[in-house]
T-cell receptor, first 111, second 115 residues
Framework: DAKTTQPPSMDCAEGRAANLPCNHSTISGNEYVYWYRQIHSQGPQYIIH???NNETNEMASLIITEDRKSSTLILPHATLRDTAVYYCIVRVAAAGNKLTFGGGTRVLVKP | DARVTQTPRHKVTEMGQEVTMRCQPILGHNTVFWYRQTMMQGLELLAYFRNRAPLDDSGMPKDRFSAEMPDATLATLKIQPSEPRDSAVYFCASGGSGQYNSPLHFGNGTRLTVT
């Protein structure tokens, strides 16, 4: 699986949009971009994934650049409960394939 | 909401004792993964199964760790004998079979402390 690069930490103001960047410059054509987050003392939680089109769900939006070398996860209105470590992962599209976690971005939402 | 269930949530044991962790995957999911998380190493994949058959256990110390799926509703991870360096949080995750890009869903882990 391709490696990803994320900033180790970032702060965000409550109520504002949080934009989390991820670089995956060596991504292959058959690799999806996944985002997970881990809130303290819980298991990783799936947020969203995409291949090349932008995606949106009730939790977040995923913007993937046209060359697919980077992406941004957007939390539209951050709340204190969004404080967590966010992981950007690229994963080969194969049945039952594994996820390989990096260090992630530690996001602190401040009042 | 369907969820992955792990038991026990916490386990404290003495070095040398056997430890068994259990996982109930989401009903209908056919892939099961075991991960370990420590401060130093982060989240590491230990082993995973598809249709109850082990696909890859290269991340697991073979001499003391074993992972099995006795049936489709139960996965187990055993450590025998346990050592202090095994202290970590162990996560189980399951994934669906319908689509090759279906996300994995994680349980809330078993926090193991070996003294």
């Amino acid at each position: 699986d391709a490696k990803t690069t994320q900033p180790p930490s970032m702060d965000c103001a409550e109520g504002r949009a949080a934009n989390l960047p991820c670089n995956h410059s060596t991504i292959s054509g058959n690799e999806y971009v996944y985002w997970y987050r881990q809130i303290h003392s819980q298991g990783p939680q799936y947020i969203i994934h995409g291949l090349k089109n932008n995606e949106t769900n009730e939790m977040a939006s995923l913007i993937i650049t046209e060359d697919r070398k980077s992406s941004t996860l957007i939390l539209p209105h951050a709340t204190l409960r969004d404080t967590a470590v966010y992981y950007c992962i690229v994963r080969v599209a194969a049945a039952g394939n594994k996820l390989t976690f990096g260090g992630g971005t530690r996001v602190l939402v401040k009042p | 909401d369907a969820r992955v269930t792990q038991t026990p949530r916490h386990k404290v044991t003495e070095m040398g004792q056997e430890v068994t962790m259990r996982c109930q995957p989401i009903l209908g999911h056919n892939t099961v993964f075991w991960y370990r998380q420590t401060m130093m190493q982060g989240l590491e994949l230990l082993a995973y199964f598809r249709n109850r058959a082990p696909l890859d256990d290269s991340g697991m110390p073979k001499d003391r760790f074993s992972a099995e799926m006795p049936d489709a509703t139960l996965a187990t991870l055993k450590i025998q004998p346990s050592e202090p360096r095994d202290s970590a949080v162990y996560f189980c995750a399951s994934g669906g079979s319908g689509q090759y890009n279906s996300p994995l869903h994680f349980g809330n882990g078993t926090r193991l402390t070996v003294t």
